[in-house]
């Protein structure tokens, strides 16, 4: 136990006791604390408990702690000096004898635990603790209510005491500064704070100052005289009386109403001019022509004038038939066709669709039109391809391969001209179905009827008025022989009504007739119509004529038997009463011809007459003994003469023709069959 130190009577004393042991202390070593005996005994250690078998003696080995006793801290030696060690043995490396070094003989194993008999004591009861611990208001520190404990000092086991200070306090167990105890009394007082009647001293305002240079002012003359004076009211004198001897300001004009842009002619009609000017000077007049007067000015040159006819034949002129008071069979599509020729697939700077569709149909503003555009520009670009056809290898297509490779079967067509129509805002569909093409041949009479198959497409576009119209691009832009492809544009694909269309087209769906009367043919009619298989017919709507105007109507023409006529008809005409051959068509009409085979017993073998159809440029007919047109199995055809001698005979006449025949070569085209029984 420490030695009991009196304390010193008054605060100036502790204080310089204090000071006294800071001296010779080091800096930052804790500071030395002065312990205090303990007026109250420290209770004494719970009695051993009974009946507790003694320990076994340990043994003390190299590796062993040394045994601590339970006497003062200040009489135990240093725990954390290391226990003496003994040197290794010397061991003589120059002998073989002691080349190898004795090991010590490691130390005896420990005993086996043996389970105790005896059940292990219960634990005393804990006792409260003496010191009540709480935190203070300033959370600075940790201290006791009674003795305010500071900390346990390293030297001593017992507690000590310290004195109230403001100084950091030191752990001497850890080292650490702790916060010094928070004392009010060593703040320093508070400003006294200002109560809010009081008012701020006012400050002075600011006044403006203004500094002007000295310059001297120049002297322009003498001064003017100055302002006299006003003269002062006199007793006799009124108000009303000196404000009539004031002299008011003259009057200013009336102002004007304000004029509106449409009083300067926008509301006025044109029909009176505006008048002339009364007194019009003399030099703006007239002169008459060679007068002399070099006022005048010169006369407007009237070969400087714009010529009115000049500028009607600039404007685009309508088409000279309109869709309002025409059919499509005679109406001019040489706007459109001639457009459509301009763009070239292999130079076109873009292969979209879009594009190509918006160049061929953005200058036209009729439905028809922009559709017609399409349907030329397939013809101009796109080839069948008989390779794959014949082949048997079709093969699906889209609009951008057609467009890149050129080449297309019916399906292809159809497909590229619904997609660039409906890039150019109009309303196409693709129709499938059966049509009567290449290969097709008709039934002979009792021959059944073979089942609905489908091997051909076509498109359906609506046009002005809201019409859907049939057309095909693909017969429309060539035929197909053995011998290939030949491109040859056929208008009357796109221009034939919708019933026309039907005779060799038979949709898949009923919904696709799209005829003027409604009705829906069925699979055997359109297969095996009434009254037979028609005459074949050629490129008839080259040269303006109508395909279901050729009569006799029937392919078989019976030339034998009873009950024949003495004379028999064949007639045609062009495809609309007011066609015109020279605006809708190619020029005048050729001179057509009926090649028959003439009467068997009177004509030579394989001898051909050419009877010319007698007309009026509306209608074509010759009537004939049905005994001249040949025998049995034998054909007779239409044909138009193409070329007399060396020249070229579009718009001969039929005596022209006759002229020639039998003096000049003569060139023919075919234009329809029939086949005689």
């Not at 040394?66 to 490396?93: C, K, Y």
């Not at 009386?241 to 006025?268: C, D």
């Not at 520009?377 to 951008?400: D, E, M, R």
């Amino acid at each position: 136990m420490a030695e009991d130190t009196p304390q010193p009577a008054s605060i100036q004393s502790r204080i310089a006791a204090l000071n006294l042991g800071q001296v010779g202390r080091t800096p930052g070593s804790p500071p030395t604390v002065q312990a205090q005996s303990v007026s109250k005994p420290r209770p004494p250690a719970p009695p051993p408990p009974i009946n507790r078998p003694p320990l076994e003696s340990r043994r003390k080995t190299a590796n062993n702690p040394p045994t601590q006793s339970h006497g003062s801290a200040a009489n135990r030696p240093i725990g954390n000096e290391p226990i003496e060690v003994l040197p290794p043995p010397f061991i003589d490396r120059r002998s073989s004898s002691t080349s190898q070094t004795q090991k010590p003989a490691p130390p005896p194993r420990l005993p086996p635990r043996r389970p105790s008999a005896q059940p292990s004591p219960s634990l005393p009861p804990r006792r409260p603790s003496e010191h009540q611990m709480k935190r203070r208001d300033s959370n600075e520190s940790v201290s006791s209510v009674t003795s305010n404990i500071s900390s346990i000092s390293a030297l001593s086991t017992t507690t000590a005491r310290t004195s109230t200070s403001r100084a950091p306090s030191i752990d001497g167990t850890s080292g650490r500064v702790r916060a010094p105890i928070y004392d009010p009394s060593y703040l320093p007082p508070l400003p006294q704070k200002r109560s809010r009647t009081e008012e701020m001293p006012t400050r002075a305002p600011l006044k403006p100052a203004y500094s002007s240079p000295a310059v001297e002012k120049a002297n322009t003359g003498p001064a003017p005289p100055p302002t006299p004076l006003r003269p002062s009211k006199g007793p006799g004198l009124s108000s009303d009386s000196v404000e009539s001897t004031r002299k008011l300001p003259p009057e200013l004009p009336p102002t004007m109403p304000r004029k509106s842009p449409l009083s300067f002619g926008l509301n006025k009609t044109t029909e009176i001019p505006p008048p002339l000017p009364a007194n019009r000077p003399d030099a703006f007049k007239q002169k008459p022509v060679g007068s002399s007067d070099a006022s005048a000015p010169p006369p407007v040159p009237l070969s400087s004038r714009p010529n009115m006819a000049q500028l009607q034949a600039s404007k685009p002129r309508p088409p000279l038939n309109s869709a309002a008071d025409s059919c499509l069979k005679c109406r001019d599509f040489s706007a459109p066709d001639d457009h459509a020729a301009r763009f070239p697939r292999q130079s076109i700077p873009s292969t979209s669709v879009e594009w190509i569709a918006q160049q061929l149909t953005s200058p036209f503003s009729s439905a028809t039109d922009k559709a017609r555009a399409i349907f030329t520009w397939l013809h101009h670009n796109v080839a069948y391809n008989t390779k794959a056809f014949f082949s048997g290898n079709c093969q699906p297509s889209t609009p951008a391969s057609t467009i890149s490779s050129g080449l297309a079967v019916c399906e292809g067509y159809a497909g590229l001209f619904a997609a660039l129509a409906m890039r150019a805002g109009l309303e196409a569909i693709v129709v499938s179905g059966h049509g009567k093409g290449y290969g097709y041949k008709a039934l002979a009479p009792g021959e059944p009827v073979p089942p609905y198959a489908a091997g051909h497409a076509w498109n359906a576009v609506r046009i002005d008025n809201g019409e859907w119209k049939l057309i095909d691009a693909c017969w429309g832009a060539g035929s197909v022989s053995p011998e290939g492809y030949t491109k040859r544009f056929k208008p009357e694909r796109f221009t034939q009504d919708n019933e026309t269309f039907g005779l060799d087209h038979f949709p898949g769906d009923n919904g696709h007739f799209f005829r003027s009367d409604n009705r829906v043919l069925s699979w055997e009619e359109y297969i095996n119509p009434v009254g037979g298989e028609g005459p074949l017919i050629y490129d008839a709507g080259e040269h303006g004529l109508s395909n279901t105007s050729f009569r006799p109507v029937q392919k078989h023409v019976q030339v034998s038997g009873n009950g024949l006529p003495p004379m028999m008809r064949f007639q045609f005409e062009k495809v609309c009463p007011h066609f015109d051959f020279e605006k809708n068509g190619s020029g005048q009409p050729y001179v057509f011809v009926l090649g028959v085979h003439g009467n068997p017993r009177a004509r030579g073998k394989g001898k051909v007459d050419y009877v010319a159809f007698e007309t009026n440029h509306a209608f074509w007919w010759l009537d004939i003994d049905p005994k001249e047109l040949g025998a049995g199995g034998e054909e007779v055809s239409v044909f138009f003469v193409r070329t007399i001698g060396d020249d070229d005979a579009r718009g001969w006449s039929v005596q022209q023709y006759k002229d020639a025949k039998g003096r000049k070569g003569m060139g023919f085209g075919a234009v329809a069959k029939w086949e005689l029984r």
